[in-house]
């Protein structure tokens, strides 16, 4: 145990509580012949301290986080995913899943039973939100005070073994979304142990302690932790939420650190790792290689894509969907990853963000979505984007993902325009706490509170209310009706023409061109002798093509081609071939 400053440090295990010896630079050890037998729980009482805690580096916490820990032999587990040999970001569909709303039951087990629709979809790799463990039975994952831990209801650690075991049999790979920047507010007994946070603040609490005094371990911490995910796991790579929350003025920061260790695991396991970064600093250095001066990541997500789709598509202009609503914005967004490339960006107040080289950076290290979990769940009501926009406006925006040069990405039920929200939720168990959440959710939008009192907003569904979770479970009734049923079936197409057409993955900027209306509504993608006209007008329209059109490969609507013209109705695409040697 590391837990530097103490005076005295013992365990609780086997009935009875034994003192631990100190061993020089904070470690604690004792040799507990108890330990060595999986199945068996133990705590950790600090000083003079009667809080027994659990281990911060416990792999099962069967009662809870604030229980004991209970040993875990990753050994025992029977692996049958001999014969995978990985599968690398570039080229792939992504699929973002939160276990616990992904069917009514909530469990890894359950998710199994619905992977062949992936399959079917044609996705490649799995996306699970954060399942290392946290207060209560329900909530988004991103609460989670104890890392090393899989979440219990859940299903534990040998169930997510049993998912990525079946993902891999059914040629999926599978990303897990990790949280470093902060602890939940529940059980966050890692303080206490040493000097893992500073004094200073995120916007969800204090910044984790990267080089200060002490942060030799808590980098350690966090690297063996991301290495475990992969190694122990079987995992095909991590997500990293809200990178930009690490505040780390080494020479070597955290994320490089970590990509060299990733790269080194990859060539040990023979397969490739990734590593996706969730930062709002629109810096093409995120995912620049480590010997270009970059930090490493593979990827990262791509806001401003999402806000320009987003506001393109339902009209909002207000927040930072302000300053999308130019008519320019999709089509240059599309073109150059990012809006705020230096760019004064009005939310922020200032200018951000810097350029991305389109000769020197590929398409596959953005990802490009429609809808994330912290884009419809950070909503009033959860709304996706399907309540908003007609399901054939929906569909041309599926196309504008999925015939990019970038890393397409889809949030659980959007590929059946999902009629279920995705609402915030949590199951904390402090009524303090719970209040204060929700309190805290209400005051966000400017809402009323459920009491009646607070201010005019929209009424929020409230936070720990049992049925604010069971709301946001995906109907698993709804892909075979319509209007849902004809959008699986253009999302599916979409998938396969993709599969079956390289050059609409092709990730190179460089030769990725984007034609559009003075208005920005119609807009025509090359991608090698393919072309992606949309029309996200509402009336018919005509877009211009720049040679004369060819087979029509897959479109959404009666469309008509005259030459270089090609005629569409409202809220449609097509995906065609051109004749001749066009450019581009």
């Known amino acids: 145990m590391w837990a530097p400053g103490r005076e005295r440090v013992r365990v609780r295990v086997g009935g009875r509580d034994r003192d631990m010896a100190e061993r020089g630079g904070g470690w604690w050890v004792l040799a507990a012949e108890e330990a060595r037998r999986a199945g068996t729980d133990y705590a950790f ?6 809080v027994a805690y659990p281990d911060p580096r416990a792999l099962r916490q069967p009662g809870g986080v604030h229980g004991p820990s209970r040993v875990y032999d990753h050994a025992a587990y029977r692996w049958a995913d001999g014969g995978w040999t990985g599968r690398a970001l570039p080229g792939a569909v992504l699929y973002e899943l939160h276990v616990g709303t992904f069917t009514a039951e909530g469990t890894f087990d359950a998710a199994v039973g619905r992977l062949d629709h992936l399959v079917e979809l044609g996705v490649d790799m799995v996306q699970l939100m954060p399942v290392n463990a946290f207060e209560g039975a329900h909530g988004w994952g991103y609460d989670g005070v104890l890392w090393y831990a ?3 209801p859940y299903g534990g650690p040998d169930g997510l073994k049993r998912f990525v075991d079946a993902c891999h049999a059914r040629g999926l790979g ?15 007994c890692l303080p206490r142990f040493g000097p893992y946070f500073t004094g200073g603040e995120t916007a969800w609490g204090p910044s984790l302690n990267l080089d200060g005094p002490g942060s030799d371990e ?10 475990g995910w992969l190694r122990d796991f079987h995992l095909d790579g991590l997500r990293l939420d809200a990178v930009h929350a690490l505040r780390d003025s080494r020479a070597t920061d955290l994320l490089t650190e970590l990509s060299a260790e990733v790269e080194a695991l990859s060539a040990g396991l023979r397969r490739p790792l990734s590593l996706i970064a969730e930062s709002d600093r629109n810096d093409p250095r995120t995912t620049a290689p480590r010997e270009a001066g970059g930090q490493g990541m593979t990827a990262q997500w791509s806001d401003d894509l999402h806000h320009a789709l987003h506001a393109a598509l339902t009209g909002e202009e207000h927040g930072y969907y302000a300053d999308f609503a130019a008519p320019e914005a999709l089509p240059r967004t599309l073109r150059r990853v990012f809006w705020h490339d230096g760019r004064y960006s009005s939310f922020r107040g200032r200018s951000h963000g810097a350029p991305v080289d389109p000769r020197t950076s590929s398409g596959a290290r953005y990802l490009g979505y429609l809808q994330t979990h912290d884009q419809v769940g950070n909503r009033a009501q959860g709304d996706r984007i399907s309540a908003s926009v007609p399901p054939d406006l929906l569909c041309c925006g599926a196309a504008l993902v999925l015939c990019s040069p970038y890393t397409p990405m889809l949030f659980m039920g959007e590929e059946w325009a999902a009629s279920t929200p995705w609402r915030f939720f949590a199951s904390f168990t402090d009524p303090e706490l719970a209040e204060s959440v929700r ?3 209400a005051r966000e939008f400017g809402a009323r509170i459920w009491d009646g009192e607070g201010g005019e907003g929209p009424e929020v569904p409230d936070p720990m209310d049992p049925a604010t979770r069971d709301a946001s479970v995906l109907d698993w009734t709804e892909p075979g009706d319509e209007p849902h049923r004809s959008v699986l079936g253009a999302y599916r197409d979409l998938i396969a023409l993709r599969r079956a057409r390289p050059e609409l993955a092709d990730p190179r900027l460089d030769r990725f061109e984007v034609r559009a ?10 991608r090698g002798p393919l072309r992606l006209a949309c029309n996200l007008r509402s009336r018919p329209a005509e877009a211009e093509l720049d040679a004369p059109a060819g087979a029509v490969l897959l479109a959404r609507g ?3 081609a005259d030459g270089r013209a090609l005629h569409l109705p409202g809220h449609s695409f097509a995906v065609l071939e051109t004749a001749g040697d066009a450019p581009g």
């Open 439 to 441: 309190r805290g959710r």
């Open 150 to 152: 899989v979440h219990e």
């Open 45 to 50: 009482l600090l000083d003079d301290d009667p």
């Open 558 to 560: 009666r469309v008509a």
């Open 517 to 526: 209306s003075a208005d920005g509504r119609v807009l025509v993608l090359h």
């Open 174 to 188: 599978v990303l897990l979304d990790v949280v470093y920047n902060h602890l939940g507010p529940a059980g966050a």
């Open 218 to 227: 808590v980098r350690r911490y966090v690297v063996g932790n991301a290495l």
